[in-house]
């Protein structure tokens, strides 16, 4: 089945080579002018990815972001000019999965696009497995399926699609380091585009959740010169 994409973005000629390149990659695309808009048909039907513009004449990108973000089961790549580099790390710590900077190499995008189906195609499938949707890992378990984190104390994290996708990754190879690379793009090697970033903001995030001090992590380690590991042995069972 085709993949949906909604783009929201006010300059037409941007709607234009974005709809165009990804159809031809086999998505199905459809463009809105408006945060208005695109509200609208998330609301009617959501879309497997929404990208969306952060300078929309009506709305700043970052309320449609941040209105979504705490149920969103769809992909979110968030487009920004090179100077709004403060929007861009909020985007990421609502929950936008990437962000783009305009002007972009399309297959920059085409690549995006395709880590970020691609997590969230494994976050659903992970999710849907019943045997296998709860990771408990020191005191957290983590629940694929509704996206909680829950401490042995009681205390009760909930994570963003995006964050989720992530955790996903080291729960799935404990105590092993995975690189800023393969977490971003989950070890599709045919791009070579700078996501350290993206993944790190990701990670803090994380760690302010899951951590005792996140300055001083115990759980998601830093390797440096190599990328990360979650530092403890993993428990899978089923969802109650
Ligand atoms: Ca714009």
């Given at each position: 089945?085709?993949?949906?994409?909604?783009?929201?973005?006010?300059?037409?000629?941007?709607?234009?080579?974005?709809?165009?390149?990804?159809?031809?990659?086999?998505?199905?695309?459809?463009t809105?002018?408006?945060?208005?808009?695109?509200?609208?048909?998330?609301?009617?039907?959501?879309?497997?990815l929404?990208?969306?513009d952060l300078?929309?004449?009506?709305?700043?990108?970052?309320?449609?972001?941040?209105?979504?973000?705490?149920?969103?089961?769809?992909?979110?790549?968030?487009?920004?000019?090179?100077?709004?580099?403060?929007d861009?790390?909020?985007?990421l710590?609502?929950?936008?999965?990437?962000?783009v900077?305009?002007?972009?190499?399309?297959?920059?995008?085409?690549a995006?696009?395709?880590a970020?189906?691609?997590?969230?195609?494994q976050?659903?499938?992970?999710?849907?497995d019943?045997?296998l949707?709860?990771?408990?890992?020191?005191?957290?378990?983590?629940?694929?399926?509704?996206?909680?984190?829950?401490?042995?104390d009681?205390?009760?994290?909930?994570?963003?699609?995006?964050?989720?996708?992530?955790?996903?990754?080291?729960?799935?190879?404990p105590?092993?380091?995975?690189?800023?690379?393969?977490?971003?793009?989950?070890?599709?090697d045919?791009?070579?585009?700078?996501?350290?970033?993206?993944?790190?903001?990701?990670?803090s995030?994380?760690?302010?959740?899951?951590?005792?001090?996140?300055?001083?992590?115990?759980?998601?380690?830093?390797?440096?010169?190599?990328?990360?590991?979650l530092?403890?042995?993993?428990?899978?069972?089923r969802?109650?």
């Amino acid at each position: 089945m085709k993949k949906r994409i909604y783009l929201v973005e006010d300059e037409l000629d941007i709607c234009h080579m974005v709809r165009g390149l990804l159809e031809t990659y086999g998505y199905d695309v459809a463009t809105f002018q408006t945060g208005r808009d695109g509200r609208a048909a998330i609301r009617r039907e959501a879309p497997d990815l929404l990208i969306v513009d952060l300078v929309l004449p009506d709305m700043n990108g970052l309320d449609l972001v941040r209105e979504m973000w705490s149920d969103v089961r769809f992909g979110l790549i968030v487009l920004t000019g090179r100077t709004e580099v403060s929007d861009r790390v909020l985007g990421l710590e609502l929950g936008a999965d990437d962000y783009v900077i305009k002007p972009f190499e399309p297959r920059e995008l085409v690549a995006r696009v395709g880590a970020v189906l691609r997590r969230h195609d494994q976050l659903l499938s992970a999710a849907r497995d019943a045997d296998l949707s709860r990771a408990t890992f020191g005191p957290w378990t983590f629940d694929v399926g509704n996206l909680t984190l829950t401490r042995d104390d009681g205390r009760v994290e909930n994570l963003t699609a995006a964050e989720a996708a992530l955790l996903l990754m080291f729960a799935r190879a404990p105590n092993r380091v995975l690189s800023r690379e393969r977490l971003q793009t989950d070890g599709d090697d045919a791009d070579d585009f700078p996501y350290e970033r993206s993944i790190d903001v990701r990670i803090s995030r994380l760690r302010k959740k899951i951590e005792v001090d996140p300055r001083k992590p115990q759980l998601i380690k830093t390797v440096y010169g190599a990328g990360y590991v979650l530092a403890k042995d993993v428990t899978w069972s089923r969802a109650r």
